[in-house]
């Protein structure tokens, strides 16, 4: 077993276990990460990784989200411990990676955290609420209130970097954006893409063709989330 470690330092470990497994650069994950709005430069992500920087609530659990559009690939929390780290909580207490993991999760293992029993359970519903609730606020000033923190985080793992960079282009996050994306068509904005693309493209297109064609659906597509914040704002 290996010897106990900080949280932040088996999270950095993590990250760059998973980053290098896909071939990812610590710029990819900085520059996603500034798209979630986390003021990251790669010096931080590198920070991250060594186990220097601390890790807030918010950033835990943002980062699976993170790290998945960087890497091109589903990150989960899980992830982001290894069930043979021994996390350190306190100067008397360590805890095994999976057991924090089941407490986050709300799938605490009998008898785990025994020593711990006086803290307050964590509540992870009411976490990732406070993540979000930025992306709410901004979304029921645009006349789409109704979403929860749960219909968010379904909805954000549907989006990818066609999504972050056309949600920079109108001047708002990847959240709001790709939930906005969702009431108007009902799916992501690469998803629209694609079916507006293929519907007009003959079967035999050659791949420029293809990527010409899908260029100019995106700026219609933009164009049209645009004319929707314009009247929701004026409305």
């Given at each position: 077993m290996n010897a106990p470690r900080a949280l932040r330092q088996v999270i950095g470990a993590r990250v760059k276990h998973v980053r290098e497994q896909a071939g990812g650069?610590?710029?990819d994950i900085a520059r996603v990460a500034r798209s979630f709005g986390l003021a990251w430069p790669r010096e931080k992500v590198?920070?991250?990784e060594r186990g220097k920087k601390a890790i807030s609530v918010e950033e835990l659990v943002l980062l699976p989200?993170?790290?998945s559009h960087?890497?091109?690939r589903t990150v989960s929390t899980a992830d982001l411990f290894d069930a043979d780290d021994q996390i350190t909580l306190s100067a008397q207490t360590d805890i095994p990676a999976r057991d924090v993991l089941a407490e986050l999760c709300g799938t605490k293992p009998a008898g785990a955290f025994i020593h711990l029993t006086h803290l307050p359970s964590f509540d992870?519903?009411?976490v990732i609420a406070r993540a979000f609730a930025r992306p709410l606020r901004r979304l029921e000033a645009l006349g789409l209130g109704g979403m929860s923190s749960r219909d968010l985080l379904a909805i954000e793992?549907?989006?990818g970097e066609p999504e972050a960079r056309?949600?920079?282009q109108v001047g708002e996050g990847s959240i709001v954006f790709t939930a906005i994306c969702y009431h108007l068509w009902g799916r992501s904005l690469s998803a629209e893409r694609d079916a507006r693309a293929a519907a007009s493209l003959p079967d035999a297109a050659s791949a420029s063709t293809v990527r010409a064609k899908r260029g100019r659906v995106t700026r219609e597509l933009v164009a049209e989330i645009r004319a929707f914040i314009t009247r929701a704002e004026q409305s």
């Open positions: 650069r610590q710029e590198d920070e991250l989200f993170v790290l960087a890497l091109d992870a519903v009411e793992r549907s989006s056309a949600a920079r």
